[in-house]
C-alpha cells in the first residue's frame, strides 16, 4: 500500500535518499516513520516524522546522518541517508502510522511499504 523507493549500493560515506509514496491513499493526517531489517535480525525503529513534519525521532545509531522529511503536497515521505556505513546495509521500509503522532512503537503503524534494499561496502 506504500511504496518504498530509492535504495541501492553505495559505498560507505556515501549518500542516499530514501521515498516513500502512497498511490491509492493520503497519509497526510499521519505519522509515518522509517525501519529497516537486516539479514538475521529484527526489523527496527529508524526514524518518524508527525503528520504536520513538525516532530521527529530518530534512531541513535542514524541520529546527525539521517533526515526525515514530508511533503504533503506530493503525498511522500523521505528519508535523506547521509554518511552511511555498512551496518546501514538493510531492507528499509516506510510505514504509516495509526494516528498523527510520532511514534518510535512499531505496533502503532499499520500501513506497509514493500522495502528497498540499501547496501553500503566498505
Known amino acids: 500500500q506504500l511504496q518504498a523507493s530509492g535504495g541501492g549500493l553505495v559505498q560507505a560515506g556515501g549518500s542516499l535518499r530514501l521515498s516513500c509514496a502512497a498511490p491509492?491513499?493520503?497519509?497526510?493526517?499521519?505519522?509515518v516513520g522509517w525501519f529497516r531489517q537486516a539479514p538475521g535480525k529484527e526489523r527496527e525503529f529508524v526514524s518518524t516524522?508527525?503528520?504536520?513534519?513538525?516532530?521527529?525521532y530518530y534512531a541513535e545509531s542514524v541520529k546527525g546522518r539521517f533526515t526525515i522529511s514530508r511533503d504533503h503536497a506530493k503525498n511522500a515521505v523521505y528519508l535523506q541517508m547521509n554518511s552511511l556505513k555498512p551496518d546501514d546495509t538493510a531492507v528499509y521500509y516506510c510505514?504509516?502510522?495509526?494516528?498523527?503522532?510520532?511514534?518510535?512503537?512499531?505496533?502503532?503503524?499499520?500501513?506497509w511499504g514493500q522495502g528497498t534494499q540499501v547496501t553500503v561496502s566498505s
Open positions: 510505514a504509516s502510522a495509526r494516528g498523527p503522532a510520532a511514534t518510535v512503537l512499531i505496533s502503532q503503524y499499520n500501513y
Open positions: 491509492r491513499r493520503t497519509f497526510s493526517n499521519n505519522a
Open positions: 516524522i508527525n503528520w504536520r513534519g513538525e516532530t521527529t
